[in-house]
Nanobody
């Protein structure tokens, strides 16, 4: 059974850092594109970053470009999101999702597997 589990969220002060993990089971992250998303209360889910199956192509939304970095550890079958210079407006539930065809997409309905999410709160 294919599954995704996120971890690493928590409470952090503005300007701080967190590293989120997206651990996959039942499939290989080397064969899927993995995207990171977030949803704040009262707002739509927002795509933040994605890494395609080759691991070469990555993309970021403008809101996190230069602050967040996506990476992949094939041996651990895990994708990470390193978040630096966090702001209160980064507070949200962060989720990751996987696409079988290996190509990143802006369309959420194309993602095949979703995790439950992990809460990130940025506050002093």
């Amino acid at each position: 059974q294919s599954q995704i589990v996120e971890s690493g969220g928590g409470l952090v002060q503005p300007g701080g850092s967190l590293r989120l993990s997206c651990a996959a089971s039942g499939f290989s992250v080397e064969e899927y594109a993995i995207g990171w998303f977030r949803q704040a209360p009262g707002k739509e889910r927002e795509k933040l970053s994605c890494i395609n199956s080759s691991g070469v192509s990555v993309n970021y939304e403008d809101s996190v470009k230069g602050r967040f970095t996506i990476s992949r550890d094939n041996a651990k079958n895990t994708v990470y999101l390193q978040m630096n210079s966090l702001k209160p407006e980064d507070t949200a539930v962060y989720s990751c999702a996987a696409i079988k065809n290996g190509f990143c997409s802006a369309y959420l309905f194309l993602y095949d597997y979703w995790g439950q999410g992990t809460q990130v709160t940025v506050s002093s």
